[in-house]
């Protein structure tokens, strides 16, 4: 099967090593993705308007891979504040209420950035 790298441009892909996405034969895998927009960060502080931000971006990286948000089984979330739990839960269910795939939401001590509140990553099957 021929495997398909998909990059945002983001300096980081580089120097890590790592793609946006990953597609092989049907399945695409999400690399974990951040509220940024041109480099800037979305919603500082704001948990709601970063996971906005952040589903914005993995269904544009989906749409480059040749999926659709309603092609997502899972999703994992990663926060640093899980007392934010309802912000975040909200902006996913806005996006995925009819889709519904397997997902989870794990705390962790910090992100690459302190402003940034989660991270998500995503699995798609077309």
Known sequence: MERVNIATGAPWEEI?????????????????????KEGDLVGKGNAYLQTKRILEIIEEVLIQAGAHMKDVIRTRIYVTDISQWEEIGRAHGEVFHAIRPATSMVEVAQLIDPDYLLEIEASAVV
């Open 16 to 36: 890590v090593g790592y793609s946006r996405a990953v597609r092989i034969g049907n399945v695409i895998e999400v690399s974990g993705t951040v509220a940024l």
